[in-house]
């Protein structure tokens, strides 16, 4: 049996976070009630004029040089003619032959793969080539019942963004890791939320298998209705399977789209698919060229610190891990608040443990973001740097820490107000240990005669004493000085 090579394209659709529609100015915003945010010009009737949002053509600009495409420096839009109950005008503005970004890549890092892939990954440090970016109006939400369906206009018309990949990804896992990639970057440029569960992020894949050896690619056939990245990469991994097989049925594979059914793991065939020439594109008479060079100056400007450049940022500058720093920057607000956090710190690496280990738990245990975190990144800095100078132990600070978080207190404020400050004056401790081995004779003894363990009774004692204020390391070597 010959071996087959999956290939597989992405074509993502990102609704724009702009505040009104791409042609009219009705509010584009996610939970109104139905059929609620409509005019004449996104609902289609005739004579209505559409006016270009300036904003939604410099969103996708930026995300064309976060994802490093070539900004064309005059693009247009055209009308795609097609027949669906979801586009009312039966034809939908689009950008066909002159879209406003070429070229460009999604990079795969490591800790964007499934966890389970991540030690395995086939090519380490892969970038997946763009196609294109174009921009276009979203059409209306269509609900299907048992008996009839309904369709909700008031995304009919909101700012789409459309990213089309190369057919450069080769497994279920690298699919995962693009739009895991994909979805960071978007969203660290306050493009998009980019939520899948809102129907902000859509995503159709193409599929093909082909026999190894052979270099013209198989027959494409297209997945849709997936609601999550993991849907992508179960629905990937199935169609892979099953052209498979077909194929070596000797079965005629022919150019379709197919439906995700999650509930039972299955694609099952649409319809056949349709060519570029059946949708009849011609530029859209109502609507002038775009000259982008009038805002390319201002959309640079916005270009923000990507995720991969804090992750490699954080480890130079900070030395924390790899996965540290993948921890740190997947999100722009947790990232920026390390960031202030550990620049004013001697132990940067200890930031990042409080932030990974202490911070993000809580924050998910009180159902908060790093957005409302009620401590602030000083004030985590100044609790780290009581503990590294000595001044309280660590078991001291995770208390602290709870406080902080359930009062907003700074750090030193509670130390001060708890009497928690550890005592490093060697003249007070070592009057405590004087005092502990006086009273402990035998200990003393002990540890004279070899039971070099019996430090650790005496040390426990002179903490005791201090009711936990001493310096645990400055007791153990006035102990360790005064016992030889």
């Known amino acids: 049996m010959p071996r087959y090579i999956p290939t597989i394209g992405l074509e993502v659709h990102v609704q724009l976070k702009t505040r009104s529609k791409m042609f009219c100015g009705c509010p584009a915003e996610y939970g109104a009630a139905p059929n609620t ?19 939604a053509l410099k969103m996708t600009a930026l995300a064309g040089l976060m994802l490093g495409c070539d900004i064309a420096p005059k693009c247009k839009f055209d009308r795609k003619n097609y027949f669906y109950p979801d586009m009312p005008k039966n034809y939908q503005i689009t950008q066909f032959d002159l879209p406003i970004c070429i070229g460009g890549g999604v990079p795969l890092h490591e800790f964007a793969y499934p966890k389970d892939a991540q030690k395995g990954i086939a090519h380490p440090g892969k970038v997946v080539k763009l196609t294109r970016i174009h921009l276009e109006e979203d059409v209306a939400k269509s609900t299907h019942f048992d008996t009839n369906s309904g369709i909700d206009f008031n995304r009919a018309g909101t700012p789409l963004m459309e990213i089309v990949s190369e057919p450069d990804i080769e497994s279920p896992e690298e699919a995962f890791a693009y739009l895991t990639s994909l979805q960071q ?45 993991s849907a992508v990469r179960r629905a990937v991994a199935y169609e892979i399977k099953r ?28 319809r056949t698919k349709e060519s570029t020439h059946d949708y009849r594109y011609f530029p859209d008479p109502d609507l002038l060229p775009v000259d ?5 100056p201002e959309v640079r400007a916005k270009r923000p610190e990507l995720p991969g450049e804090k992750r490699d940022r954080f480890v130079a500058e900070f030395g924390v891990t790899n996965y540290d720093a993948s921890v740190l920057a997947s999100e722009r607000a947790l990232a920026e608040f390390f960031d202030t956090a550990a620049k004013g710190a001697r132990k940067p690496k200890s930031v990042a443990n409080w932030i990974i280990n202490d911070l993000l738990s809580a924050l998910t245990a009180a159902e908060k973001t790093i957005s409302d975190c009620p ?27 709870a406080e902080m978080f359930g009062t907003g207190k700074s ?6 107000e708890r009497g928690l400050e550890q005592v490093s004056d060697t003249g007070a401790i070592e009057a405590l240990c004087k005092q502990v081995m006086d009273a402990n004779p035998k200990a003393v003894a002990e540890y004279k005669a070899g039971k070099l363990g019996s430090i650790n009774f005496l040390k426990g004692q002179v903490l005791k004493n201090s009711q936990g204020r001493a310096n645990p390391q400055v007791v153990n070597d006035l102990l360790a000085k005064l016992l030889a």
């Open 243 to 270: 052209q498979i097989v077909a194929c070596e049925r000797g079965e005629t594979l022919v150019q379709s789209t197919r439906g995700w059914d999650d509930a039972i793991g299955q694609t099952r065939h649409q």
């Open 375 to 401: 401590i602030s990144a000083h004030s985590l800095d100044e609790l780290v740097s009581l503990i590294d100078d000595g001044k309280i132990s660590s078991k001291q600070g995770k208390e602290v820490f």
């Open 185 to 229: 970057i978007l969203i660290y440029g306050g493009v998009s939320d980019a939520d899948m569960e809102k129907g902000q992020l859509r995503c159709d894949c193409n599929v093909s298998v082909r026999p190894e050896g052979q270099k013209e690619l198989g027959v494409k056939i297209e997945i849709k209705n997936m609601n999550s990245i």
């Open 37 to 55: 945010h409509t005019c004449p010009v996104c609902l289609g009737y005739p004579g209505a004029l559409p006016v270009m949002n300036g904003e």
């Open 411 to 416: 750090a030193a404020q509670i130390v001060k």
């Open 292 to 296: 982008t060079t009038v805002f390319m």
